[in-house]
């Protein structure tokens, strides 16, 4: 199973809310990855750890 996911960096992260990596927990994100097919989100270390498992790959938006 794969995920494909978009990078995002909020200009207003107070209007989003908090952001929390769904893998580790990591909380109040600045720049984080979210998958487009469940809506989840990860910080830029667990998506790379993605990445080089083959789980993930980056999509333009």
Known sequence: MSCRAACFV??????LGPVTCADCGAGSLT?????????????QSCFECRIK????KEVSR
């Open 10 to 15: 909020p200009a207003d992260s107070r209007r």
């Open 31 to 43: 720049v984080y990855y979210t998958s487009e097919d469940k809506q989840t989100h990860l910080c």
């Open 53 to 56: 498992q083959g789980a993930a």
